[in-house]
């Protein structure tokens, strides 16, 4: 098993070249699934999580003991670097972000995200003075506890009711400018959007969310010098999609048709046993 610091080695390598997809696991087995599809790096989903526990995506509804919980057994589950969707820090002021980063960082993630999102729908973005002391709250325990943690300054306002590029533009270059290492806009789509995002805050590297279909491929995402590629809570949605039709069909209509997609039983039991195996091996070295 890689240690932490490993962990953060890896991760920092991959944002200095190249374009990569971390994608984002909403447990144990799904994390280790993903790991042995060959990804580089994984991340948590907060809304996956929240769903996994019967909860709106929600710093109110999921408690910051509980996501604590959730992001440290994820972590441990995978040899890879896991990144922490860490909300907007479960505090509001400064001291209380840095000191909830602190046991983030503690969970052995290899770099979590902070959030500029309040939660208030009247006014759903911190104001950027205030968000950028958040920000440098949050640098400042990550360099007193373990520097090598990559932090991600996320400007919320696609997915918050205020698309305002040129807004989302400038949060991200004064959050660059307090110390985060990685910058994302979730909700920004278009080639153009994602354009002028790259170039403003270069040479930092940018994370661009895919939670739906897009019709930018991978490398099309590349090609526009995206560095980060997540899909959120795109994979738990999917499975979540798929499990309320085949439930929704059964209790509509009797038949159990939409079983037929299900996964194999046999195949599942397979890949967990042989990935149990391979973990017990691991952690006799």
């Known amino acids: 098993m890689a240690t932490a ?3 953060c080695a890896t991760f920092r390598r991959l ?26 790096a994984l991340a948590t989903t907060s809304a996956g999580a929240a769903f996994s526990i019967g909860c709106p995506d929600s710093d109110r509804a999921v408690s910051c003991e509980t996501m604590l919980g959730h992001i440290a057994e994820l972590a441990a589950a995978s040899d890879l670097p896991m990144n922490a969707d860490f909300g907007s820090g ?23 995200s902070i959030e500029d999102s309040t939660g208030d729908a009247g006014e759903p973005l911190f104001p950027l003075e205030h968000a950028v002391e958040r920000l440098r709250a949050a640098r400042a325990a990550i360099d007193r506890h373990r520097g090598d943690v990559l932090l991600t300054g996320r400007s919320e306002g696609f997915v918050a009711g205020r698309p305002d590029l ?13 110390g985060a290492d990685c910058l994302y806009a979730p909700g920004i789509a278009t080639g153009e ?14 994370n ?6 897009m019709a930018l491929s991978r490398a099309d995402l590349a090609g526009l010098g995206v560095r980060r590629i997540s899909v959120g809570s795109g994979l738990a949605r999917a499975a979540w999609g798929a499990f309320m ?13 939409a079983l037929a997609d299900a996964a194999s039983g046999a195949e599942l039991n397979r890949f967990f046993g042989a990935d149990r195996t391979r973990r017990g091996r691991a952690a006799d070295l």
């Not at 040129?166 to 307090?178: G, S």
């Not at 994602?194 to 940018?206: L, Q």
């Open 90 to 112: 479960y505090a509001r002021d400064p001291d209380g972000v840095a000191a909830n980063v602190e046991r983030c960082v503690a969970t052995g993630v290899a770099g979590l």
């Open 15 to 40: 944002h200095e070249s190249g374009c990569f997809v971390m994608p984002n696991p909403w447990d144990v087995g799904t994390t280790r699934y993903l790991q042995h599809l060959g990804f580089p």
């Open 245 to 257: 039709r085949a439930a929704g069909a059964i209790a509509e209509t009797g038949r159990f048709d």
């Open 208 to 213: 661009v969310l895919v939670g739906a279909a």
């Open 193 to 206: 959007q994602i354009d002028a995002v790259v170039r403003a805050v270069a040479p930092k590297p940018v």
């Open 166 to 178: 040129a807004d989302a533009i400038r949060r991200l270059i004064a959050y660059a400018e307090a």
């Open 5 to 7: 610091a490993e962990k």
